[in-house]
């Protein structure tokens, strides 16, 4: 699975965003995120949110971050090289909060992540899914009382990689 960078600029859809969400697997090649990413038409906005909190007492230190932050660093430069947007961080002690917020900031429609692993990952999983999945049917029922038309929700799982389909806007 490549990217290549004339799919990461974003020409097709006019207006259309898709947030590509880094957790673990900070790298573009072999990246089933990425990749779905840039085949949907529009814009790549790249993110990732640094929740140490989220890994409980095992807070990372003086090494991970700095293994961190060059891993960011890398990542960046190799999403540049593919013409995708610049890489937006965030830090907060819930990550999916932060990222609805992002989704919101940037009128995203298109919410793309890959799976993790480990003991807690399907928790984790759960958890997203569901603080997602309200955030998406709270904005149904207010689209529903609104005028304005928007697109459907869509959750769509795919292999490693799960796709979020929405608009917050």
Not at 6 to 16: E, I, L, V
Not at 26 to 43: C, M, Q, S, Y
Not at 64 to 78: G, T, Y
């Amino acid at each position: 699975m490549s990217v290549s960078s004339s799919s990461m600029c974003g020409g097709d859809a006019a207006g259309m965003k898709s947030v590509v969400w880094f957790r673990r697997d900070l790298r573009v090649e072999d990246n089933p995120a990425l990749a779905a990413a840039a085949r949907t038409a529009g814009e790549v906005v790249p993110a990732y949110v640094w929740s140490p909190e989220e890994d409980g007492p095992y807070f990372p230190g003086r090494v991970s971050r700095w293994w961190l932050s060059q891993s960011l660093k890398h990542l960046e430069a190799s999403l540049q090289r593919l013409g995708a947007g610049k890489l937006v961080t965030r830090r907060s002690p819930d990550a999916v909060v932060a990222l609805l917020q992002l989704v919101r900031d940037t009128g995203a429609t298109h919410l793309f992540f890959n799976h993790l692993y480990g003991l807690l990952a399907p928790f984790r999983l759960k958890y997203v899914l569901c603080l997602l999945s309200y955030a998406c049917s709270l904005n149904k029922k207010e689209s529903s009382s609104s005028s304005s038309p928007r697109s459907p929700f869509l959750l769509n799982f795919q292999l490693l990689m799960i796709q979020i389909n929405f608009n917050l806007a």
